[in-house]
Nanobody
Framework: QVQLQESGPGLVKPSQTLSLTCTVT??????????WSWIRQPPGKGREWVGA???????YYSPALKNRTSISRDVDKNQFSLQLRSVTPEDTGVYYC???????????????WGQGTQVTVSS
């Protein structure tokens, strides 16, 4: 059974860096053709894809966020992580990690999701 679990601080101050980690069980993040995404949902708005890392280590970013975003992985721990720099209150929302295929960020189709974690940007 594939499970994803987000972890990280729930409160971040403006201008600081938001850091989240997704721990995967039941699958390897190096399994061929699996792509691991971060998706967020601001309050009262729809879900927004943030970025992804592929099974071979390639990374992909939303054009709107790519200048502030980095996604990395730790294959030994079977985890992948998000760093979003210079955050503002507009970065507040529920952050999800998910497993999909190449281009899931266009179709919105993901096979597995984490439960999501609330991140609030506030001083």
């Amino acid at each position: 059974q594939v499970q994803l679990q987000e972890s990280g601080p729930g409160l971040v101050k403006p201008s600081q860096t938001l850091s989240l980690t997704c721990t995967v069980t039941g699958d390897s993040i190096m399994t061929a053709y699996h792509y691991w995404s971060w998706i967020r949902q601001p309050p009262g708005k729809g879900r927004e894809w943030v970025g992804a890392i592929g099974y071979e280590g390639s990374d992909y970013y939303s054009p709107a966020l790519k200048n502030r975003t980095s996604i990395s992985r730790d294959v030994d721990k079977n985890q992948f992580s998000l760093q979003l720099r210079s955050v503002t209150p507009e970065d507040t929302g529920v952050y999800y990690c998910a497993r999909g295929g190449i281009g899931s960020w266009f179709t919105g189709e993901y096979g597995y999701w984490g439960q999501g974690t609330q991140v609030t940007v506030s001083s």
